[in-house]
């Protein structure tokens, strides 16, 4: 895994054996059969909390891969070596190839810092190798998206970038640019009482979007399907006519590549194999309806000279399609056997020039862009253009059900395994989601009625008519690597298995399963309990972190590159469902219905019927039941829910974390009071799903300010102004451009328009006390009767109520800004009046960056609690925060920062993992939320998580050593000390 393949690089004839070799049936599905088991082993014993953050934070992931794209980050440690280069080296090198000028506004956003974090994300879900500190360099994965180009052709002209290259660049900047901006609004489609007045349809201004060039039929369609994608772009066209305004000639012509980088789904051989092409007569002639730059149709011709090609698209699609192809394809151009014409797939069919009726129709990738009526009346097209003879191939997405069902991938008597094998096909049901996001569209069942598919499925696979897609190891991974990770998983079993032995009672104590729903505010056996509990022992934890790591690594090192990184670009649809689960209260309507589930029939009408009564409600021909089931199919092949029978869903373990406890009744009286008295699960997926997941969309625009020249974003920019004002399109983070307000986060989360948003944000404050034992971060004990902790920037108190209620000798007060103070103890309900009424717990108004104020009893705190602030803010700003404290503090004053401590992904003092061990020394994905929160903190502040070596120069900059730092074996979660210097 560790060795790039450059695709246009000689290869060994050992490489291209093993090559053909990994591309055999039975490799194919032991490798899907690892992924599957990686997967569903990561999702039992990973806990439920970081497998919630890593899933609704995935966008970060898919935000870093288009950076890397956009920044040609590959292309500069492609020329700099297998030694790598040094962070603060590939920053000059990235800004020396933008273009424009280099003073520009905004320019400054990338710094090596900030690039150093980004990269360091990619190296911990193994996208790139860290060498050593801050030295990064290629590895298999990332070669795979190198166009080959020279550094000097992208300084000349990077639009041509994609040229003659295997597509994925460009599939990586086009789904990471409008794929993962759409998504973000699935939510606010589906259920319209989510959007805010700027999200809304009606907010759409017509400022020539609709052309008058358009048919009235063409407008009509468009107008009915209005979707995520017209939410995020502020657009009533539709995607393929935005697509082909002038703005967005660089987005047609990346489109157009990024299509042949879809034939990395199968080999070759199997495409050409799925047909008998051979039995065609001379001359025959194969029509590509819509078949773009003609990426598949192009490998028929070249196989079979015989065939005669028509690529069928749009004009502005023809116009540039030969352009495409390199030399190698000039021949076939040249001799007429290849040619494009232009022609809508819903006009009228007109003859070919031969007059002669098509050999075959080919829709690849076609059908599921559209809806059914649509789709059928495409179909209708060529039936009345087809001979009696003629054949109609479609190539798509076939998607299983995640239950026992007919179309299965595997035997399930004795398996352990999903039906669809989960995340092995994964790539599938996220693509399904980008589809709705997109078109309204969808992929669809072997057994779909709606278009009249009557295909044969043949085993492993999920795309159409063909074999299991094949992912091929590298021909450097030795096996011994392969059996070390697969020992790794083994021994931390053995490890689990000793722990729960070792506590068991009266009977045998048995790992929680996956299936069974684990709900906090319902009773439970004392064994249940127990398990449950088990969860944060810090041997448990580490266990299971190795466990996800090796996972993770094993996943990386068998998988195809492709599957890869077409599942990492799209992990933002799974963050859109989960945020969709939350807001339709979804657990709660499953927890109701029981163990055996409900059918999305009636789910969808519980759903409806737990709306908002004083809002939009949904549009039941956009919010529908088969739309609603694609959403949780996703969810259930992701181990988020379990599908219990084809279109039947139940919550399981995992999904059940995000329960609130509050019954339908109470939720549909006060839905605005859902969050209140609960462990801020709820809450905070609401806010990482909502602003932080949009926030992330932009960060390559606010990092490369030049590709914001094709942004068309929702909030409505004006481009042609901002040039003439240079400071138009200046912003401090990609929060900011996100959301088009010159406002920090804290201060637009308390505007009018954002009230919802600040509730939940001060909410899910609380769940962050799951991520830690707080009350383990200090010897609260050692404090003398009466000591008085100030909770500092502390919201509603979420971890100092925690030692208050534990340690009754500290009294506790909660310094925040007015707005928070003011909704502080009503956030928690009648749960803590005791602690309110006897003033043990109090809150007061002081803004972070305010001079200190003496407490009432004019006497000096003995413990400042600075708990996830620091990574809101520059270390300049961090700096102000400790002097301030520092001013305040007293000789025996101790100051208590609770931040992630992110370590390098090499070997380094803080390294995670034993010698000999082939894991990442960071334990790789299975701390990947902590780098992850490291991009949000980045995108939304322009801040930072910080290492060991930072935080203790920052502390000490500003008046305090720090003395003592504490976090579980594993664990990027830590408390450190620090005493008045």
């Known amino acids: 895994m560790d060795v790039p393949r450059y695709a246009k690089a000689p290869r060994s004839a050992r490489e291209e054996a093993t090559d053909e070799l990994n591309a055999e049936p039975s490799v194919v599905f032991a490798i899907r059969r690892i992924k599957a088991a990686c997967g569903q082993l990561t999702a039992t014993v990973d806990r439920p909390w970081d497998a919630l953050m890593d899933a609704v934070r995935a966008s970060q992931l898919s935000a870093c891969l288009r950076f890397m794209e956009a920044a040609h980050i590959v292309e500069i440690l492609r020329e700099a070596g297998p030694n790598?280069?040094?962070?603060?080296?590939?920053?000059?090198?990235?800004?020396?190839?933008?273009?424009?000028?280099?003073d520009a506004p905004d320019q400054e956003n990338l710094n090596p810092e900030r690039l150093g974090h980004i990269l360091r994300v990619l190296a911990t879900s193994h996208w790139l190798l860290e060498v050593s500190s801050?030295?990064?360099?290629?590895?298999?994965?990332?070669?795979?998206?190198?166009?080959?180009?020279?550094?000097?052709?992208?300084?000349?002209?990077?639009?041509?970038?994609?040229?003659?290259?295997?597509?994925?660049?460009?599939?990586?900047?086009?789904?990471?640019?409008?794929?993962?901006?759409?998504?973000?609004?699935?939510?606010?489609?589906?259920?319209?009482?989510?959007?805010?007045?700027?999200?809304?349809?009606?907010?759409?201004?017509?400022?020539?979007?609709?052309?008058?060039?358009?048919?009235?039929?063409?407008?009509?369609?468009?107008?009915?399907?209005?979707?995520?994608?017209?939410?995020?772009?502020?657009?009533?066209?539709?995607?393929?006519?935005?697509?082909?305004?002038?703005?967005?000639?660089?987005?047609?012509?990346?489109?157009?590549?990024?299509?042949?980088?879809?034939?990395?789904?199968?080999?070759?051989?199997?495409?050409?194999?799925?047909?008998?092409w051979k039995e065609l007569p001379q001359g025959a002639i194969l029509v590509d309806v819509g078949g773009g730059v003609g990426s598949t149709s192009m490998a028929i011709a070249q196989a079979y000279s015989h065939i005669h090609v028509v690529v069928e698209d749009r004009e502005q699609v023809v116009e540039n399609a030969s352009n495409a192809w390199g030399p190698e394809c000039q021949p076939l151009?040249?001799?007429?056997?290849?040619?494009?014409?232009?022609?809508?797939?819903?006009?009228?069919?007109?003859?070919?020039?031969?007059?002669?009726?098509?050999?075959?129709?080919?829709?690849?990738?076609?059908?599921?862009?559209?809806?059914?009526?649509?789709?059928?009346?495409?179909?209708?097209?060529?039936?009345?253009?087809?001979?009696?003879?003629?054949?109609?191939?479609?190539?798509?997405?076939?998607?299983?059900?995640?239950?026992?069902?007919?179309?299965?991938?595997?035997?399930?008597?004795?398996?352990?395994?999903?039906?669809?094998?989960?995340?092995?096909?994964?790539?599938?049901?996220?693509?399904?989601?980008?589809?709705?996001?997109?078109?309204?569209?969808?992929?669809?069942?072997?057994?779909?009625?709606?278009?009249?598919?009557?295909?044969?499925?043949s085993g492993e696979g999920v795309f159409g008519i063909y074999d299991a897609p094949p992912v091929r190891p590298t021909a450097s991974m030795s096996f011994a690597t392969l059996r070390a990770l697969h020992a790794s998983i083994g021994s931390a079993i053995d490890d689990l298995e000793h722990i729960y032995h070792d506590r068991s009672q009266s009977e045998p104590l048995e790992f929680p399963s996956l299936n069974d729903p684990y709900y906090v505010s319902a009773p439970h056996s004392a064994a249940q309990k127990l398990a449950h509990q088990l969860s944060d022992d810090p041997a448990v934890s580490l266990a299971s972190k190795q466990i996800v790591a090796a996972c993770a690594q094993l996943n990386a090192s068998v998988s195809k590159p492709w599957y890869g990184f077409t599942e990492a670009i799209l992990g933002g649809q799974l963050s859109a469902c989960l945020r969709f689960a939350e807001a339709s209260h979804l657990v709660e309507i499953l927890r109701e219905a029981g163990e055996c589930g409900l059918h999305v029939d009636k789910l969808h009408r519980s759903i409806l019927e737990l709306r908002p009564k004083n809002a939009p409600p949904p549009d039941v021909t956009v919010f529908t039941p088969v739309r609603l089931a694609h959403v949780l199919r996703l969810l259930a092949t992701s181990h988020w829910l379990r599908e219990v029978s084809p279109d039947v869903f139940a919550n399981n373990q995992r999904s059940s974390y995000i329960d609130s406890g509050k019954t339908l009744e109470e939720l549909r009286h006060n839905p605005g009071n859902k969050y209140i008295g609960t462990d801020g699960v709820a809450a905070f997926l609401a806010v990482v799903g909502d602003e932080s997941y949009k926030t992330m969309a932009y960060m390559t625009e606010w990092l490369l300010p030049d590709t914001r020249k094709v942004l068309n974003a929702r909030s409505g920019i004006d481009h042609a102004s901002a040039d003439q004002n240079p400071n138009a399109n200046q912003y401090e983070t990609a929060f900011n451009l996100a959301f088009d307000t010159q406002l920090t986060y804290f201060p637009w989360l308390e505007t009018p328009s954002a009230t919802r948003a600040f509730r939940a944000s001060n909410d899910c404050r609380l769940a962050y006390i799951l991520t830690d034992r707080g009350s383990a971060g200090f010897q609260w004990a050692t404090l003398k009767l009466g000591s008085v902790l100030v909770d500092v920037a502390g919201g509603i108190g979420s971890t100092s109520l925690t030692i208050a209620v534990a340690h009754p000798h500290i009294n506790v007060v909660v310094d925040d800004r007015p707005q928070v103070v003011n909704i502080g103890p009503s956030s928690w309900g009648s749960n803590h009046t005791p602690l309110f009424t006897s003033g043990r717990v109090s809150w007061r108004v002081r803004d972070l960056f305010e001079p200190w104020k003496p407490l009432a009893s004019g006497k000096a705190p003995d413990v400042f609690l600075l708990r996830l602030i620091l990574h809101d803010w520059k270390d300049e700003e961090c700096i102000k925060i400790m002097r301030i404290l520092r001013s305040g503090a007293g000789p025996d004053t101790k100051l208590i920062i609770g931040d992630m401590l992110l370590p390098n992904a090499c070997e380094a003092q803080d390294t995670f993992v034993q010698d000999g061990s082939p894991l990442l020394p960071n334990l790789g994905v299975a701390n990947i939320h902590g780098f992850l929160m490291d991009l949000t903190m980045m995108s939304m502040f322009?801040?930072?998580?910080?290492?060991?070596?930072?935080?203790?120069?920052?502390?000490?900059?500003?008046?305090?050593?720090?003395?003592?730092?504490?976090?579980?074996?594993?664990?990027?979660?830590?408390?450190?000390?620090?005493?008045?210097?």
């Open 84 to 102: 790598g280069i040094h962070v603060k080296d590939l920053c000059r090198s990235v800004k020396e190839l933008r273009p424009g000028e280099k």
């Open 134 to 276: 801050d030295v990064f360099a290629n590895n298999r994965r990332s070669s795979l998206m190198d166009t080959g180009k020279s550094l000097e052709e992208l300084h000349v002209d990077a639009m041509w970038k994609y040229a003659d290259t295997n597509g994925a660049a460009a599939a990586v900047g086009q789904v990471g640019d409008y794929a993962s901006k759409v998504s973000v609004y699935l939510t606010e489609w589906l259920l319209p009482d989510t959007r805010v007045s700027s999200d809304s349809i009606d907010a759409i201004e017509s400022t020539g979007d609709i052309h008058t060039k358009r048919t009235s039929t063409q407008i009509g369609r468009m107008a009915r399907y209005l979707t995520p994608f017209n939410l995020a772009f502020g657009t009533k066209l539709g995607f393929f006519q935005w697509l082909e305004l002038p703005e967005n000639r660089h987005r047609l012509v990346r489109f157009g590549h990024a299509m042949k980088g879809t034939s990395q789904w199968e080999t070759k051989h199997e495409f050409l194999d799925a047909f008998p």
């Open 333 to 457: 151009l040249k001799s007429g056997r290849v040619t494009w014409r232009s022609r809508d797939f819903f006009a009228r069919w007109d003859p070919l020039a031969s007059k002669r009726d098509p050999d075959v129709f080919l829709l690849r990738l076609i059908l599921h862009n559209w809806q059914d009526e649509d789709s059928v009346k495409i179909l209708r097209r060529l039936r009345a253009a087809a001979g009696l003879d003629t054949k109609i191939i479609i190539g798509d997405m076939l998607l299983p059900h995640a239950c026992i069902s007919q179309d299965a991938l595997i035997a399930h008597e004795h398996s352990p395994l999903l039906p669809n094998l989960g995340v092995a096909s994964i790539q599938g049901y996220l693509i399904d989601v980008m589809m709705m996001c997109l078109f309204a569209a969808k992929e669809r069942t072997v057994r779909s009625k709606a278009i009249g598919i009557d295909a044969d499925q």
């Open 942 to 981: 322009g801040a930072n998580e910080r290492t060991v070596d930072e935080m203790k120069a920052l502390a000490l900059s500003a008046g305090w050593k720090i003395t003592d730092i504490r976090r579980s074996p594993g664990s990027v979660w830590a408390y450190s000390t620090a005493i008045p210097v």
